[in-house]
C-alpha cells in the first residue's frame, strides 16, 4: 500500500501559475507509475496527467497538454504538476494515485492508492 499526500492547491487568477506535490510512502516509489486526476463540482473525476516509473514517458489529457506538466523525483519520493495558464475550468479537487504495477495509464481502475486530495480554485 501507499500513502499519498498532496500539497500547493491554493486561489489563482485565470492565466496564472500552480504547482502541486506529493509525497509518498510505503512501497518503493519506483515500483509504480503515478497520475493526477481532479474533479470538480458535480462532475466525474477525470484523468489529468501520468508519469511512468523511470519518468521516461508521460501522458496529457487534451484539455491539460501544453499547459501543465508532470515530473517526479524518485529520489525524494515525489510527483509534480506544474499548471501555467490556467483557466476557470481547472478549478477542482486535484488527486494524485498510484498505480498496482509499473504500467502507466489513465484509467481509474488502474490507480490503486490515491491521495485526500488539494483543491486549485481559478478565479476568471
Known amino acids: 500500500q501507499v500513502q499519498l499526500v498532496e500539497s500547493g492547491g491554493g486561489l489563482v487568477q485565470a492565466g496564472g501559475s500552480l504547482s502541486l506535490s506529493c509525497v509518498a510512502s510505503?512501497?518503493?516509489?519506483?515500483?509504480?507509475?503515478m497520475g493526477w486526476f481532479r474533479q470538480a463540482p458535480g462532475k466525474k473525476r477525470e484523468f489529468v496527467a501520468a508519469?511512468?516509473?523511470?519518468?521516461?514517458?508521460?501522458y496529457y489529457a487534451d484539455s491539460v497538454k501544453g499547459r501543465f506538466t508532470v515530473s517526479r523525483d524518485n529520489a525524494k519520493n515525489t510527483v509534480y504538476l506544474q499548471m501555467n495558464s490556467l483557466k476557470f475550468e481547472d478549478t477542482a479537487v486535484y488527486y494524485c494515485?498510484?498505480?498496482?504495477?509499473?504500467?502507466?495509464?489513465?484509467?481509474?481502475?488502474?490507480?490503486?492508492?490515491w491521495g485526500q486530495g488539494t483543491q486549485v480554485t481559478v478565479s476568471s
Open positions: 510505503g512501497r518503493t516509489f519506483r515500483d509504480y507509475a
Open positions: 494515485a498510484a498505480t498496482q504495477g509499473r504500467q502507466l495509464s489513465r484509467l481509474e481502475d488502474d490507480y490503486a492508492d
Open positions: 508519469i511512468s516509473w523511470g519518468a521516461g514517458f508521460t
